[in-house]
Every structure is written in C-alpha cells, then in structure tokens.
C-alpha cells in the first residue's frame, strides 16, 4: 500500500512568490490535513480536508489556502511568501474520522 | 496558547534502560492522545496511542500512561535502543463533531547512547 506522497520534497522560492504543494493520500483515505513545521514550534495545524470540503482551519493567515479534488488529493497554496514560511510542510491522511493519521516526508520550503 | 506542552526539549539515556517522556496538556476537552516518532528529512511516524476512558496503552517496548486528573501522560520507552534516538511529539485530539485536528506538542528529542 503506497504511503502519502509530497511533492515536491525541496523547493526555494523568494520573497513575494507564490507557491502550491501537493499531497496525495493513501489510497481510500478521504481526510488530508496540512501542518507546518518550524524549529521551536513543532507542529502546527494549518487545514484538514473532508470529500473536498475545509473541515477545521487552524491560526494562519489568509495567505495559506488549500483545496481537495474528487480523488482526494490536495494542494495547498502560500501567496506572497515571507521568510518566516520557510519550513517543513506536512501532509498528514486519515481514513476513519480522525484517527490513523499516516504522515507523509513533507516538502521543505525554504524563502530567500 | 501552547495547549500541549512537552517542557523538556531532550533526554539522553543509555542503552538497555528507560527513557521516560512527559507531556501535559491544558485542554479538559481533549479525549485521544498520541506519540509520534520523527526522523529528520522524514514525516513523523505513528506510535502508540490512548484514549481519555483508559489509563495505560502498551505495544511492546512502548507503554503510554495517562493521568486525566494531572492532564499528564508520559511515554515509557523499555529498553531503550539507540535506534529510538529521534525527535518524540505528543499529540492530542478531540473527536467529536468536525473537529479531528491534532494539537501537537513542540518535541523531545531522545538520544540513546550506546
């Protein structure tokens, strides 16, 4: 059984660009969650997504945006980078109603 | 409002004995923790978990024990194996209604020395 899947793993982008992650569950996991790493600060919970419906949001600001298509993938979006974006982004798939969460390698962002 | 907190950043333990990880947690409303173990450039892997009816969970060389009047639960790693030295995260969750996000602690990072 495949894992979850991040792509890209590594990216460099600069201040003021935009830029999409995606994150592909496991197969039949219906709920996708997003988290942002950051040293000092663990995890942090950014969005969870349900059959392609924004089921909680965490304390980001509107700059952070994401979707899920029908077949459960999701993206999620940073607009107007900062360098204080810079970190590890997690994408985190559940089958039940929240339990199992299986975590996928993340994709380190880092903003110059 | 850190509503989960593990206050020590690191322990180091020999091999063969027991590493003991704490977390404490403030929100009553949380009813299902975890422990997640993480690697760097890896997402972090599940562990052991427990729910708010029980008091202890054990898999193996890992226990996890809860005390819902302290708000405390601790992992119990027994015997402790260089091949745990990795970053430990406790995470709690409420399951009711929408809500199913995990509110993680900050890390612990373990190192058995050999």
């Known amino acids: 059984k495949a894992g979850v899947t991040q792509t890209p793993r590594y990216l460099i982008k600069t201040r003021g660009q935009q830029v999409t992650l995606s994150c592909s569950p496991i197969?039949?996991?219906?709920?996708v969650s997003w988290y942002q790493q950051t040293p000092g600060q663990g995890l942090q919970f950014l969005f969870e997504y349900f059959s392609e419906t924004q089921r909680n949001k965490g304390n980001f600001p509107g700059r952070f945006s994401g979707r899920q298509f029908s077949n459960s993938r999701s993206e999620m979006n940073v607009s107007t980078l900062e360098l204080g974006d810079s970190a590890l982004y997690l994408c985190?798939?559940?089958?039940?109603?929240?339990?199992?969460?299986?975590f996928g390698s993340g994709t380190r962002l880092t903003v110059v | 409002d850190q509503q989960v907190k593990q206050n020590s950043p690191s322990l180091s333990v020999q091999e063969g004995r027991i590493s003991i990880l704490n977390c404490d947690y403030t929100?009553?409303?949380?009813?299902?923790f975890l422990w997640y173990k993480k690697y760097p450039a890896e997402g972090p892997t599940f562990l052991i978990s427990i729910s708010s009816i029980k008091d202890k969970n054990e898999d193996g060389r890992f226990t996890v024990f809860l005390n819902k009047s302290a708000k405390h639960l601790s992992l119990h790693i027994v015997p402790s194996q260089p091949g745990d030295s990795a970053v430990y995260f406790c995470a709690a969750a409420t399951f009711t209604g929408a809500n199913s996000k995990l509110t993680f602690g900050k890390g612990i990072t373990l190192s058995v020395r050999p």
């Open positions: 197969s039949g996991h219906r709920s």
């Open positions: 929100n009553s409303m949380f009813d299902y």
């Open positions: 985190a798939s559940s089958s039940l109603y929240g339990y199992g969460y299986t």
